[in-house]
């Protein structure tokens, strides 16, 4: 059998490396399931049987660094109204408007806020209705 080098190993070095576990043969009676990981599951399905489904959520332990005053107050104005543009939301809230920029960007990375494109200008909306900060438990 011929060994091809790939990356500075031979085809026999990869045939010897184990192979990947077969999901059907998963018994979850080994598996050590984080207590807290049930506790956000449950916690979710929760929060859909009560008609919370448009929901994002956020361990309380990252939601202090995301959610500051300035955010929440563009959160609020979003829910609220409809601003025609970054510059018109800053200009609303009194806000620098990079500042304001920077702030969407970041909930936009997270999902938190959207941008409806009309022109050169955007629109930041919330992509959805309900932002769940997790309950100390």
């Known amino acids: 059998m011929q060994n091809i080098q790939r990356l500075g190993r031979t085809t026999s070095e990869f045939e010897e490396e184990p192979s990947i576990p077969d999901p059907s043969e998963f018994d979850p009676g080994e598996s050590a399931v984080d207590s807290r ?13 009560h008609g919370f489904s448009a929901v994002t959520r956020f361990a309380r332990e990252r939601a202090g660094d995301v959610f500051h005053d300035r955010r929440l107050e563009i959160l609020d104005y979003l829910r609220n109204e409809g601003p025609r543009s970054v510059r018109a939301l800053a200009a609303e809230l009194g806000y620098d408007k990079g500042v304001v920029s920077r702030d969407l960007q970041r909930l936009r990375r997270l999902d938190v806020v959207g941008f409806e494109e009309d022109g050169q200008a955007k629109a930041p909306r919330l992509t959805h209705r309900h932002v769940v900060i997790e309950p100390v438990v």
Request: hydrophobic share 40%.
């Open 37 to 49: 990981l049930e506790l956000r599951n449950a916690f979710s399905e929760t929060l859909t049987q």
